[in-house]
């Protein structure tokens, strides 16, 4: 009566074709073995729900850490330590080719494509006196922008680990889909000798 009872409820199921004579000879998965499946496919779903979470939780403030940036910036692009490091640059590589021409003496017309590239609107002198000025006045606006360029710098940082631990969940998530059809494949595997595509274990234990 139990295997006729068995035999029903799985044709009604539509998981299995055959006879009653057939279903008692077939073998089927020990229940310890849907268990310890139903206990994966649990801690995946488990996982999934945390990667989703968390997630949610970086991109959340990855918006909100724009905002505030934004904010704090009023539309301005605030000079750093390193703008302020390339304007010192271009002002040396300027004194450079000044003291070329009048101290060590070389010609002109050979440091000319040279003088071109450092300014190609400016003579070599007014070009490195602008150099000078800028130079002077980022370090002025840096100095005076002190607080707020240290705020945006660090807003800046987080916003780069954010987007950097977003970009790991992301393939945590491909990740976690490659285990889970992996798992998915040996679940099904498990039920081929019976010739039967199962339900979720929770649904085959019952």
């Not at 304007?87 to 017309?109: A, H, M, T």
Request: with cysteine; hydrophobic share 35%.
């Amino acid at each position: 009566m139990a295997n006729k009872n068995c035999a029903a409820d799985l044709r009604r199921a539509g998981l299995w074709q055959g006879d009653l004579d057939e279903l008692q000879w077939t073998s089927f998965p020990l229940p310890a073995t849907v268990r310890s499946f139903e206990a994966e496919f649990l801690e995946q779903e488990k996982r999934g729900e945390r990667i989703e979470r968390d997630y949610n939780r970086a991109a959340d403030e990855r918006k909100e850490v724009e905002v505030r940036r934004q904010a704090l910036l009023k539309g301005e692009t605030l000079p750093t330590e390193s703008d302020l490091q390339a304007k010192r640059q271009k002002r040396q590589r300027g004194w450079q080719l000044i003291k070329r021409v009048w101290v060590d003496g070389e010609e002109f017309d050979r440091l000319a494509e040279e003088i071109k590239a450092y300014d190609a609107d400016r003579s070599l002198v007014e070009a490195y006196e602008h150099q000078v000025e800028a130079a002077d006045r980022m370090a002025d606006r840096l100095s005076s922008e002190a607080e707020r360029t240290a705020q945006s710098a660090a807003l800046s940082r987080r916003m780069e680990d954010l987007h950097l631990a977003l970009k790991e969940m992301d393939e945590q998530r491909h990740q976690l889909e490659r285990a889970t059809d992996e798992l998915t494949e040996r679940w099904l595997k498990l039920w081929s000798e019976a010739e039967m595509t199962p339900l979720s274990p929770a649904e085959m234990r019952e």
